[in-house]
């Protein structure tokens, strides 16, 4: 969003609740880092290293997709 617009949306009185949509997506690490040989996962968040590496270069988008895939993986382990 370009700066001068964003600026005039923060002076509206919804522009407080529209901003908040656009909060950075938190990392889905969970303290426990270790990568496993077999599946090139983490077995704390089930992000792949490169995933792990890039996470704080990526935009809200790319976070989301990576965090889907993570519980996708996740999911598919215990099933």
Not at 2 to 9: A, D, G, H, S, T
Not at 20 to 43: K, M
Request: with cysteine; hydrophobic share 45%.
């Amino acid at each position: 969003m370009p700066m001068r617009l964003r600026q005039e949306i923060q002076k509206l009185p919804w522009g407080i609740e529209l901003m908040a949509a656009e909060q950075e997506i938190e990392s889905p690490c969970i303290g426990v880092c270790s990568i496993d040989d077999a599946t090139g996962f983490c077995q704390g968040c089930y992000r792949t290293l490169d995933e792990i590496q890039q996470w704080w270069d990526m935009d809200n988008a790319a976070k989301a997709a990576v965090v889907k895939a993570a519980e996708e993986r996740e999911a598919a382990v215990f099933d």
